[in-house]
């Protein structure tokens, strides 16, 4: 099973779900949410390297977090 753990402190829900929604055409998600992170589980990926697409929507996250584009 593919997933990535996002601290709630630093990483908005808001930029983690519009991440989620910029890859929708590629991965079928789960979102959890525990009480100090919020996990994203990747169920299903179409196309690609799953790592290599994890890696690369962490780090959309995380300009989406930094930047603040597209949930504000």
Excluded: C, H, W
Aim: aromatic letters at 16%.
């Amino acid at each position: 099973m593919i997933f990535v753990d996002f601290n709630k402190s630093f990483y908005p829900l808001q930029a983690i779900k519009a991440a989620m929604d910029a890859y929708r055409d590629f991965v079928d998600f789960r979102l959890e949410r525990g009480k100090k992170t919020t996990r994203v589980v990747f169920k299903k990926v179409s196309e690609g390297n799953p790592e290599a697409i994890k890696n690369e929507f962490s780090n959309y996250v995380l300009f989406l977090t930094l930047t603040k584009q597209k949930y504000d």
